[in-house]
């Protein structure tokens, strides 16, 4: 077994044989817990059948425990200076390819069929960079990428927004697309000491399961998605306020969002965080009606 990369020491060593210094604006805390890394790895169930995709691999601390558990993995590095860094640390390791990308401008698809073409099992697992976190997400799973889900590392306020439940002032539009796709679980709470540099905030590891489908039906997702968002454009108005304001002409089709409410069964006085992923469903089909 290689000597782990995340220890303080070796995490130090490698550094300095570089001459690498974090970049702010990226993002980059490392983890220095080899312990931490095993149970992320043992969360994502891998097994020699598995590909894992790692997005922010930095000196390759998750992405050698994923090479030990899994068939395949694939990283997506932005910060070219890593690439050399990551060519050594990872040289015991022929299971592993570094595409320097930014994932949310790759052809991930085309990736998936050129890379994973023997793997019957596919993961996303991820420390990823914070400033980021929600984006990347949301275009994994809006890409209907053949994933059987996603087990990452983000702030711990974010994992409690994606996991909230309706009532709770965590609960938003990001909870509602993302347990539109996934079953979403908090899984760890990593403390900051884990990390080099130690970032301003508490972390969280979050496990999301993709559902066969989707949790309900909805006529057109992306509309769904608009009018989850226009409920919570602003939280302490009504929901009919925020979507006579939010959604186009509202103003002028008040009285046919106020009808669609009703057939919905929704009190237009209600918050937009009362509102279930059902009660969104039923309403946004009711609106798109009007706006198809």
Request: charged share 25%.
């Given at each position: ?8 020491v ?24 080899p312990?931490?890394?095993k149970?992320?790895t043992e969360?994502a169930g891998l097994?020699e ?6 997005i922010?691999?930095?000196?390759g601390?998750?992405t050698?425990h ?6 395949k993995?694939?990283a997506f ?5 890593l690439?050399?860094i990551?060519?050594d640390?990872?040289?015991?390791y022929s299971?592993v ?7 949310l ?9 050129e890379e994973f ?10 420390n990823?960079p914070?400033?980021?976190t929600?984006p ?10 053949p994933?059987?889900?996603?087990v990452v590392m983000?702030?711990k ?16 539009s ?5 347990q539109?796709?996934?079953k979403?679980?908090t ?9 080099m540099?130690?970032?301003n905030?508490?972390s ?6 993709l559902?066969?489908?989707p949790i309900v039906?909805v006529?057109?997702e992306e509309f769904f ?18 979507l ?5 002409n509202g103003?002028?089709?008040k009285?046919?969002?106020l009808?669609?409410?009703e ?11 009362t509102l ?12 798109f009606?009007?706006?198809?």
């Amino acid at each position: 077994m290689h000597k782990d990369i995340a220890t303080p020491v070796r995490t130090k060593e490698i550094l300095q044989k570089y001459g690498f210094s974090f970049k702010k604006s990226l993002g980059q805390n490392f983890l220095i817990d080899p312990n931490i890394l095993k149970n992320i790895t043992e969360h994502a169930g891998l097994s020699e059948d598995s590909g894992a995709i790692e997005i922010g691999p930095g000196i390759g601390a998750l992405t050698e425990h994923l090479a030990r558990a899994s068939k395949k993995v694939v990283a997506f590095e932005i910060d070219q200076r890593l690439l050399p860094i990551l060519e050594d640390t990872l040289s015991p390791y022929s299971n592993v390819k570094v595409i320097h990308q930014d994932v949310l401008k790759a052809n991930i698809h085309q990736i998936v069929e050129e890379e994973f073409k023997e793997v019957n099992d596919l993961m996303v697992v991820a420390n990823l960079p914070y400033y980021v976190t929600t984006p990347i997400i949301l275009r994994l799973l809006s890409e209907h990428l053949p994933l059987r889900g996603i087990v990452v590392m983000l702030q711990k306020e974010v994992a409690d927004r994606i996991s909230a439940k309706p009532g709770t002032k965590e609960y938003g539009s990001l909870s509602i697309a993302i347990q539109y796709y996934t079953k979403a679980e908090t899984v760890m709470i990593v403390p900051k000491t884990v990390f080099m540099p130690q970032p301003n905030v508490d972390s969280a590891v979050i496990r999301l399961t993709l559902h066969d489908k989707p949790i309900v039906e909805v006529d057109n997702e992306e509309f769904f998605f608009q009018v989850t968002r226009a409920s919570f454009a602003q939280r302490r108005k009504t929901i009919l306020n925020n979507l006579t304001s939010q959604l186009p002409n509202g103003k002028e089709l008040k009285t046919e969002i106020l009808k669609s409410l009703e057939i919905s069964n929704i009190d237009p006085t209600r918050r937009g965080e009362t509102l279930s992923i059902e009660e969104f469903a039923f309403l946004s089909n009711q609106l798109f009606s009007i706006y198809k």
